[in-house]
Structure formats: C-alpha cells, structure tokens
C-alpha cells in the first residue's frame, strides 16, 4: 500500500502562484509514476501533470503547459507542482497519484490517490 499526502492548496488571485506537494509513505517501487489530477465542480477528473520516478521527462495537458511545472525530490519522496499564472479555469480539488510501474503519463491509470488539495482563483 502507497499512502499520498498533499499539501499546499489555498485561495490566490488570477495571476499568482501556488506550489502544491505530495509525499508518498508506504510501499516503495523501483519506478513509479506521480502525477496530478485535478476536478472542477461539474466536470471530469483531468491529468495535469506527470512525471516518473526515479527520473524522466514531464508530461503536461496542454492547459497548463508553460505555466505549471512538476518535479522531484526522491530523497523525501515528494513530488511538488508548481503553479504560475493562475487563471479562475485552474480552480479545482487537485489530487495526487500514483501508478506503481514505468508506464506514466497524465491519461495512465493510477493505482493510488491522496485525499486532495482545493486549489481556488479569484479574478
């Protein structure tokens, strides 16, 4: 079992910057892919970001590409996504996840999710 914590939502204006974190506990992988989800009221879950761990290159949906920026720390086992530019539409529950092998993307099935992180942008 992967237990994923997150952190580091709140309220913001159009414009400002959020950095959100997550630590994984529990079981640990060899490679595993960590990325972030978010929902917005009526909408579907969507990917945002994801990367693979140990290392390798960063996925993006195209919403949030040149604005948003995922990376690492192995050593905590935290993933961070940094939020600049924030626009009222990135408004969401923003979710943290896992999927426990080499296969990564923001549209891969994951295996693990932390509870959320509720990221809101005023206008």
């Known amino acids: 079992q992967v237990q994923l914590v997150e952190s580091g939502g709140g309220s913001v204006q159009a414009g400002g910057s959020l950095r959100l974190s997550c630590t994984a506990s529990?079981?640990?992988?060899?490679?595993?892919?960590m990325g972030w989800f978010r929902q917005a009221p009526g909408k579907e879950r969507e990917g945002v970001a994801a990367i693979l761990r140990p290392g390798g290159n960063p996925h993006y949906a195209d919403s949030v590409k040149g604005r948003f920026t995922i990376s690492l720390d192995n050593a905590k086992n935290t993933v961070y996504l940094q939020m600049n530019s924030l626009k009222p539409e990135d408004t969401a529950m923003y979710y943290c996840a896992l999927r426990s092998n080499g296969y990564c993307g923001v549209a891969v099935g994951m295996d693990y999710w932390g509870k959320g992180t509720l990221v809101t942008i005023s206008s």
């Open positions: 529990g079981n640990s992988y060899s490679k595993s892919c």
